[in-house]
């Protein structure tokens, strides 16, 4: 039990396409046993780079190693009545199944929630959708591009007079999948109490408009339409400056006394050292002066050297750096957040991102390496539910698997 | 209907600013029962908006309140003593914080052997930088966030808002959630370490397996789809709406069936049956004279109107919603229910932000508005701990406590 993961003991059939797979993983990475389902010859998204030496392959794709890590391979004809059959057998000792079909289309297969929890009346079913189960744009098409946008998150980025520009990484996805990942252990926790299993609707344009902190509360507690201000955070307290090379956070937060003496010291205070901005109200009041001025300071300094010497003054700057200086970053090696991931197949190993938390108790880690297509049909089916070798070869004659 | 998930399930709160509220708020929702350890007086976020409305009503819906000095030994007294009766313990501090409280995870496991810690710093508690101070855009600039989104010409578009907080914040739910469940199976508790740096950059992986695989510097993606190619990807103007020019659709097209039906929801114009846009492939080459034969279109359309139209043909597209789209235009986002009403006394009412998970058999509700500052002194030093009316008036007068006086914002700021 020493290096068991907090999960340990939980069974999921992970049905998701490449809009939910962070979703398995989390809980994967706590132990969970994810099985992820796909269809014969593979995920879509195994089709999504980059892809490992940029070689498009199934089982070359950064982006499909990434929220697949720790999950086992099966690959399953859903359409087909003995894939269907086996899911019903699998679900029978599942505790929750993850999917992110277009509404109704599992249900059209036979596979919706009513059938599945006949089958198995604890079992938790979490669907993520784009726009959620039920509304007037149930059944609308969405990427993480447009549910950005209807989910409030675009508008907000950029500068005043020129185009929203899109977040960096997949944040509407994301918050949608750490939403799912809560909803299925909630949905556990309520299952303690009578065994029973229910139906978990994840909106992801929902968890998108949740994620963006400021956008509703300004509009219903102020009457304001939050615009786009550039890099002027919307709280006021920070603001991109130019360094000679490259960026700098600045953060009116923190010890202003000792940001300004040091400013003051390089000759380049001009009116900070003033009673007035003593008081954070008023330097947020007037912010844009503030950062004028700490920018025509900073054109002195280099990005890290401010950042260290700011830091040792409990100043919360920061240096605005490329995500590459992550594999350099010493607080992130001290806390071994990279991590090797054997890839035997190709004669070595990767460094991926690691655990967002140290469970002290129960450890985050690495079980498996992402599955290869199919990789564990054979250990699922025949060790674990008794589908005979003979058998197996004819459900590959059938293309079932 | 059966109880809320985590109804039985006491949380005490010594979290503040975003993240650590959100994991809070996450878990409240649930139907736990937040204690929110509050102190008096101002603070960064005691200025971005009044208790129960705006951002601090947001993030403190369903929450209780108590105040407590936590600067003298008899404030630390009384939230062990809350300790006790609590199942998981939560914070956001930097990693000295509760230390120096004797508040952390050795001192309260001593005083109550199962209790649940979860840590949210920025930094995390080990390592160089350890005690950094650190708010959400610090971490995007750190993590390369803040580099990735970029203008044309390089430099920093900058966030409007701050994934970071919500990255770290959700990770915190999740792990207390899982401690939790780890709990009712063994009976112990632990200690949660997690970093708000690290949680963001856990979710950045294919951008770093890029660089760790491939050796490849990252650049801005810009309208480049991040799931595949797409082309047409992005957003194009608008017409007007009531005076303001800035409206936007975002569209993004992957299959040649979708750009079928997007050519013949425009009306099949004849520069859409040219050569240079036939395949993806080429459509992706000849990009900004697709994005400006597009944006010719957009540009004569309402944004709501053209969504419908490219809706109706299964394109997928949307309305770059601004605050009015999203919280009082959105058809769908009203049908349902997302933006609950919560009174806040004497009629007046406020709306906050719903929550996205519709659990069938154990819906949660947004049931409270935020409170005010020890608003539930009564309850937490009262019922909870025993003290006698005049033993907190001692303890206020000593500073232990401030004690709740009324409302202070909230129907009148409304």
């Known amino acids: 039990m020493e290096n068991a993961g907090a999960l340990t003991g939980l069974r999921v059939l992970d049905l998701t396409g490449h809009r939910a797979q962070l979703c398995g993983r989390l809980l994967a990475d706590m132990g969970a046993d994810v099985i992820k389902v796909e269809p014969p010859g593979g995920d879509p998204a195994r089709r999504i780079g980059p892809f490992a030496g940029d070689l498009p392959h199934p089982d070359r794709s950064l982006f499909f190693w990434f ?109 949608a999948a750490y939403y799912g990942a809560i909803g299925t252990m909630c949905a556990l926790m309520a299952r303690e109490r009578d065994g029973l299993g229910q139906w978990v609707d994840l909106s992801m344009q929902e968890a998108t408009a949740s994620a963006v902190e400021h956008v509703a509360p300004s509009f219903f507690g102020a009457g304001q339409v939050e615009p786009r201000r550039g890099t002027l955070h919307w709280s006021r307290f920070f603001r991109v400056g130019k360094c000679p090379d490259g960026y700098v956070l600045h953060c009116t937060l923190g010890d202003w006394t000792s940001l300004v003496e040091w400013v003051a010291g390089d000759g380049k205070a001009q009116d900070l050292h003033e009673a007035k901005w003593n008081d954070f109200v008023v330097r947020r009041q007037q912010a844009e002066h503030i950062f004028d001025v700490l920018d025509e300071w900073v054109k002195d300094y280099a990005s890290n050297d401010l950042l260290e010497r700011a830091q040792l003054l409990r100043l919360p700057y920061a240096a605005v750096r490329p995500p590459e200086a992550l594999f350099e970053d010493a607080q992130l090696k001290a806390r071994d957040f990279f991590v090797e991931v054997e890839h035997p197949e190709l004669g070595r190993s990767f460094r991926y991102p690691g655990a967002p938390y140290l469970f002290h108790g129960t450890p985050w880690r690495v079980y498996r390496r992402p599955p290869l297509v199919g990789e564990h049909c054979r250990q699922v089916l025949c060790d674990e539910l008794g589908v005979g070798a003979d058998e197996l070869a004819v459900l590959a004659g059938e293309k079932v698997i | 209907m059966a109880d809320a998930p985590l109804a039985g399930i006491r949380v005490l709160d010594f979290t503040w600013v975003v993240a650590g509220p959100v994991a809070t708020r996450v878990l409240a929702d649930q139907g736990a029962e937040v204690i929110k ?267 709501e109107q053209a969504m419908a139209l490219l809706q109706q043909a299964g394109v997928p597209s949307g309305v770059v919603a601004n605050g009015a789209d999203l919280c009082a235009r959105d058809p769908h986002l009203a049908e349902r229910g997302f933006w609950p009403r919560l009174p806040l006394g004497e009629g007046v009412t406020t709306q906050v932000t719903g929550i996205p998970l519709k659990l069938s058999r154990t819906p949660a509700a947004v049931r409270s508005a935020a409170p005010e500052v020890g608003e539930h002194d009564d309850y937490v030093l009262g019922q909870l701990l025993g003290l006698s009316s005049a033993e907190r008036a001692d303890l206020a007068t000593a500073g232990v406590i401030w004690p709740y006086t009324g409302a202070k914002s909230g129907a009148a700021a409304a």
Not at chain 1, 82 to 107: K, N, W, Y
Not at chain 2, 227 to 250: F, K, S
Not at chain 2, 259 to 285: C, D, I, N
Request: with cysteine; aromatic share 8%.
């Open chain 1, 67 to 175: 929220y697949n890590l720790n999950k086992r391979s099966l690959t399953l004809e859903l359409g087909h009545e003995r894939g269907r059959e086996l899911f019903l057998r699998l679900v029978s000792s599942a505790d929750a199944v993850i999917e992110s079909f277009a509404p109704g289309f599992l249900a059209k297969q036979g596979l919706g929630y009513e059938q599945l929890s006949r089958t198995n009346p604890g079992v938790i079913v979490t669907s993520l959708t784009p726009f959620g189960q039920s509304g007037p744009y149930r059944d609308f098409e969405a990427d993480d591009t447009v549910l950005a946008a209807l989910g409030g998150m675009l508008y907000v980025n950029g500068s005043p007079g020129r185009p929203p520009v899109r977040p960096f990484g997949l944040q509407a996805y994301h918050s």
């Open chain 2, 37 to 303: 350890v509050d102190r008096g007086g101002e603070s960064a976020m005691s200025v971005l908006s009044p208790r129960r409305i705006g951002i601090n009503g947001d993030l403190n819906r369903n929450k209780l309140s108590v105040a407590i000095n936590m600067a003298v030994p008899a404030g630390v007294e009384l939230a062990r003593r809350l300790v006790k009766l609590s199942d998981i313990v939560i914070d956001n501090f930097s990693a000295r914080v509760m230390r120096n409280w004797g508040m952390d995870y050795a001192s309260l496991a001593a005083v109550k052997p199962e209790i649940i810690c979860i840590s949210m710093s920025g930094l995390g508690h080990s390592g160089p930088r350890a005690n950094y101070v650190s708010y959400g855009p610090t971490l995007h600039a750190l993590g390369g966030l803040t580099l990735m989104m970029a203008e044309e010409d390089g430099a920093p578009a900058g966030y409007g808002y701050s994934y970071a907080d919500m990255a770290g914040g959700y990770t915190g739910a999740l792990a207390a959630l899982a401690a939790l469940w780890h709990r009712r199976r063994t009976g112990r508790g632990q200690f949660v370490d997690l970093s708000q740096f690290e949680a963001l950059c856990a979710v950045i992986g294919p951008a770093l397996l890029d660089i760790s695989v491939n050796r490849r510097a990252q650049q801005p993606p810009r309208y480049d789809s991040q799931e595949g190619p797409a082309a047409p990807h992005g957003v194009y103007r608008c017409r007007p709406r009531d005076g303001d020019d800035d409206r936007w659709l975002a569209i993004s097209i992957r299959s040649q069936a979708q750009w079928e039906r997007f050519v013949k929801a425009l009306g099949s114009p004849p520069w859409a049956a040219a050569e240079k846009f036939r395949t993806l492939f080429l459509r992706m080459r000849n990009r900004s004279e697709l994005d400006a034969r597009i944006n010719a279109w957009s540009r004569e359309q309402s944004a």
